[in-house]
């Protein structure tokens, strides 16, 4: 057990690392892409299953750690996922096929997705519903720099040692994250909630889902990501085929995504205890919408520079940096004893709807950005009709009241 004052800024660094696992194992691939398609002389279509099955792999492992760390405690269920990263990482450098290389990200991105789970529930398990918005929102920004370098990282080991020495450099990253857990993070849970089996856990997802709120801010969160994974399932191609850019430099221009989202979760923590978390998050998503509606006009106006879509988007996710993590963070709080299945769920939702889109993106690429664009836009109305539907506006009393229904021990009066 632990309390407070044992989450030191450097186990708030490791959080954020084991955080990073998901989204790096998603990206540090992507220069590579059209490279493996090439190698292995397969579609486009089946070279984006190595990225949409990577997504709903993390769908899957967030709907899965959440009740097992419920049950048996953060700590070892984070090492479980992280020995699974490993071995999925050795599978991806050791592939000689399409098919194995598709079931080891699977298998890398299953075990990556623990972090994006049980991060969260750590720092709700310590900080509790007042504080933990901020701290989730400090964690997302220190997070996101290993996945803004991922795909910088993966285009030069691409170039220099072939797409397969991704895998081992993430092996060895994994493995690292593994060891320095086991050393240094300390059990967070403390009350178990017994774990009765798959009929009880999809109960649990229901009664989750049963609150009007909680779904309202985890369909939010869902179709937030769907406009970055849409933007990265698409960006390699369109960098490449519309501009006719060499493929290693989209992580140099991919670097502007996180740079705009680190200064979306910088305005959300400075500004989280002085404006309510619903107006935060109305905030980013106008923005968001804004950059979008950039991005079309520059495609029309006939600007063909990567920059015309890369900068415009790096304000969509920008705003995106505000709304995703206030809104994870009240997902959370809405059932404060279930913060890891509410966690996980979340996560299920996020990922599961982002490999779909990433899917759809491929499917619907006619070699214009226009496809994605459509596509970034609508998850981006989505996503504030589910805020304004679940959550509404105006309702300035709902951070108070859930402090409120956390010492309850519940959030009945809001289902």
């Known amino acids: 057990m632990t309390d407070r004052k044992h989450l030191s800024k450097r186990l708030i660094v490791l959080l954020a690392a084991i955080s990073a696992l998901g989204p790096s194992a998603t990206q540090i691939l992507l220069p590579a892409v059209p490279v493996i398609r090439q190698d292995f002389a397969v579609s486009d279509d089946i070279a984006q299953l190595t990225l949409s099955l990577s997504m709903a792999a993390i769908a899957f492992g967030t709907l899965t750690y959440g009740p097992l760390a419920d049950k048996f405690g953060r700590r070892p269920i984070i090492l479980l996922g992280l020995f699974i990263c490993f071995a999925g990482s050795l599978l991806c450098a050791l592939a000689e096929t399409i098919e194995l290389l598709v079931v080891g990200r699977f298998v890398q991105a299953f075990g990556a997705a623990v972090g994006l789970v ?19 929102a400090t964690l997302v920004m220190v997070m996101v720099v290993i996945p803004m370098i991922s795909p910088a990282v993966g285009g030069e080991l691409l170039i220099r040692y072939g797409w397969e020495s991704i895998g081992t450099a993430f092996a060895i990253f994994s493995l690292a994250m593994f060891f320095m857990t086991g050393f240094s993070l300390p059990e967070t849970l403390k009350e178990p909630v017994p774990f009765e089996g798959v009929g009880s856990m999809l109960r649990t997802f229901g009664e989750l889902l049963s609150s009007r709120v909680f779904s309202g801010y985890a369909f939010c969160v869902a179709f937030v ?13 369109i960098l490449v085929s519309v501009y006719g850019r060499p493929a290693n430099e989209y992580g140099y221009y991919f670097i502007l995504m996180p740079c705009g989202f680190m200064a979306g979760t910088y305005i959300a923590r400075h500004y989280g205890l002085r404006l309510h978390i619903d107006r935060l998050m109305l905030i980013g998503m106008t923005i968001a919408i804004a950059g979008i509606c950039l991005a079309f006009a520059l495609q029309l106006a006939g600007w063909m520079h990567p920059l015309a879509l890369f900068a415009p988007v790096s304000l969509t996710v920008l705003g995106n940096g505000i709304t995703l993590p206030n809104a994870q963070a009240a997902a959370i709080n809405e059932f404060p004893r279930l913060a890891g299945s509410a966690s996980g769920l979340t996560g299920f939702l996020q990922m599961a709807l982002s490999a779909l889109a990433a899917q759809l993106v491929a499917a619907v690429y006619n070699g214009t950005a226009y496809p994605l664009l459509f596509i970034m836009l609508a998850a981006s109305l989505l996503s504030l009709g589910s805020f304004r539907i679940g959550v509404g506006l105006g309702n300035t009393g709902l951070a108070s009241s859930s402090r409120l229904r956390d010492q309850s021990g519940g959030a009945d009066s809001r289902n």
């Open 118 to 136: 049980l991060a969260r529930a750590i720092i709700r398990d310590v900080y509790g519903p007042a504080e933990s918005a901020r701290v989730i």
């Open 225 to 237: 990501s769907v406009v970055f994974f849409s933007f990265i399932a698409a960006g390699p191609e």
